[in-house]
């Protein structure tokens, strides 16, 4: 289905492997809501420093939700 996904790196010398999911935001809003939740802010934490950014490819999503 669109958005799930396989990722391998390498833990020493094997290989490992972990299936997700990687959600949009309008899924995650969505979901949020249905769930009793409103986003209250977004962050997006830089892949490789952990700084903020602006745009979401650039990192991973950390949400504060509030429930409603």
């Given at each position: 289905?669109n ?6 790196w390498n ?7 972990t299936?997700?999911h990687?959600f949009?935001h309008?899924?995650f ?11 209250e ?5 830089d892949?490789?420093t952990?700084?903020n950014?602006?745009?979401s ?8 939700l509030?429930s409603?």
């Amino acid at each position: 289905k669109n958005g799930d996904v396989v990722v391998t790196w390498n833990a020493g010398e094997a290989p490992c492997s972990t299936r997700g999911h990687v959600f949009t935001h309008r899924e995650f809003r969505s979901l949020a809501l249905a769930s009793g939740l409103t986003i209250e802010k977004r962050f997006v934490l830089d892949y490789a420093t952990g700084h903020n950014r602006r745009f979401s490819f650039q990192g991973n999503l950390l949400y504060v939700l509030r429930s409603h």
